[in-house]
C-alpha cells in the first residue's frame, strides 16, 4: 500500500500570500497516478489537479502542481478568501487508492 | 451535465446493514467505473472499494471485505453501495465518485449514514 504523507497538517497564511503543500508517498508514484482534491466544508471533494501537473476543468490558473517520484506539491500563487479550505493528495495507480491526511489552509 | 445523485440519509443500529444509492446521468454509466469513499465527521478520506459499472466486476479494500458489496443496475444508471454488520465507527458520510482517466471527476454530494444505538 502506498502511503501519503501530506504536510503541514494546517497552514496558516494571508489573502494574496503563496501556498505550498507537500505530498510525499512511500515508494517511487508515477505522476500519472497523483491527483489533488479541493474539500470545503459540507461538500464533496472537488478535482483540481490531476496527473501531478494538469488543472481539471474549472481549477484556476492560480493553482498549480509539481512533482515527481515520491515528492509532489501543489502551489497557490496569490490565495483567495475561498481558498482557506482542506487539501487532499490521492493515489489512482491502483488499489488500495490511498489518501494523503489533508492539508488545512487557514486565514492567519 | 454529469451528475451523480446519492441517496439521503440513514440512522442504523449497530448490527444493522446500509444500502446507499448512487443515481448518475449525463454520460454513459456503462463508460465509467465508480468508487466508494468514506469520510467520518471531522476525519479523512478512506477508499472502500469500485465497480466496473459495465461488467459489475468489483474490488474491495481489504479492510472491507466480507462486510462490503457493491451493485449496480445498468437500467436506471445506478451504483450501489451495502455495507452490513454496522458498528458504531462507521458512521461517517459515504461519497460515490466518477473514475476518469486516474482521476476522480466527478463526485456525489454524499450520504450520512449514522449508527448509534
Known amino acids: 500500500e502506498i502511503v501519503l504523507t501530506q504536510s503541514p497538517g494546517t497552514l496558516s497564511l494571508s489573502p494574496g500570500e503563496r501556498a505550498t503543500l507537500s505530498c510525499r508517498a512511500s515508494q517511487n508514484l508515477s505522476s500519472s497516478y497523483l491527483v489533488w482534491y479541493q474539500q470545503k466544508p459540507g461538500q464533496a471533494p472537488r478535482l483540481l489537479i490531476y496527473?501531478?501537473?494538469n488543472r481539471a476543468t474549472g481549477t484556476p490558473d492560480r493553482f498549480s502542481g509539481s512533482g515527481s517520484g515520491t515528492d509532489f506539491i501543489l502551489t497557490i500563487s496569490r490565495l483567495e478568501p475561498e481558498d482557506f479550505v482542506v487539501y487532499y493528495c490521492?493515489?489512482?495507480?491502483?488499489?488500495?487508492?490511498?489518501f494523503g491526511q489533508g492539508t488545512r489552509l487557514e486565514i492567519k | 451535465q454529469v451528475h451523480l445523485m446519492q441517496s439521503g440519509a440513514e440512522v442504523k443500529r449497530p448490527g444493522a446493514s446500509v444500502k446507499v444509492s448512487c443515481k448518475t446521468s449525463?454520460?454513459?454509466?456503462?463508460?465509467?467505473?465508480i468508487h466508494w469513499v468514506r469520510q467520518a465527521p471531522g476525519q479523512g478520506l478512506e477508499w472502500l472499494g469500485w465497480?466496473?459499472?459495465?461488467?459489475?466486476?468489483?474490488e474491495y479494500a481489504q479492510r472491507f471485505r466480507g462486510r462490503v458489496t457493491m451493485t449496480r443496475d445498468t437500467s436506471v444508471s445506478t451504483a450501489y453501495l451495502h455495507l452490513s454488520t454496522l458498528r458504531s465507527d462507521d458512521t461517517a458520510f459515504y461519497f460515490c465518485a466518477r473514475d476518469k482517466d486516474f482521476s476522480w471527476d466527478y463526485w456525489g454530494q454524499g450520504s450520512l449514514v449514522i449508527v448509534s444505538s
Open positions: 490521492q493515489q489512482c495507480g491502483g488499489s488500495p487508492y490511498t
Open positions: 465497480i466496473n459499472s459495465n461488467t459489475g466486476d468489483t
Open positions: 496527473g501531478a501537473s
Open positions: 449525463g454520460y454513459t454509466f456503462t463508460d465509467h467505473y
